[in-house]
């Protein structure tokens, strides 16, 4: 099982970014993927979480309208396409992956066991 985040950087508060995240060696139909944060000194945080046949797609609040999370299933790869970068959503991203976590459980980092390298996003103000 492999998880293989790329994309990230340095871009300027207002512009976009969009990462990746090639997934192989899992392929079960109720499959969930998500995207984390971490900002230097706190805690990892939800972004976004989506079921593979996207029955369900989750945002948190602080990014919500911003970004938006999908899933190209002929390349395996999940994105969150960010827009309106603001200096807050600098942050290491991590993608993660799981088989059957519950609706109730997807924005919390426990419910996935496969976890995919942090890249570094840096929004300059």
């Known amino acids: 099982v492999q998880l293989q985040a790329s994309g990230g950087g340095l871009v300027q508060a207002g512009g976009s970014m969009r990462l990746s995240c090639a997934v192989s060696?899992?392929?079960?139909?109720?499959?969930?993927l998500a995207w984390f944060r971490q900002a230097p000194g706190k805690e990892r945080e939800f972004v976004a979480a989506?079921?593979?046949?996207?029955?369900?797609?989750y945002h948190a609040d602080s990014v919500k309208g911003r970004f938006s999370i999908s899933w190209d299933n002929a390349k395996k790869t999940v994105y969150p396409e960010m827009n309106s970068l603001i200096a807050e959503d600098t942050a290491v991203y991590y993608c993660?992956?799981?088989?059957?976590?519950?609706?109730?459980?997807?924005?919390?980092?426990?419910?996935?066991?496969?976890w995919g390298r942090g890249t570094l996003v840096t929004v300059s103000s």
């Open positions: 060696g899992l392929t079960f139909s109720n499959l969930a």
């Open positions: 993660a992956a799981g088989p059957g976590v519950i609706t109730s459980r997807t924005r919390v980092p426990d419910a996935y066991g496969y």
């Open positions: 989506r079921s593979r046949t996207g029955g369900y797609k």
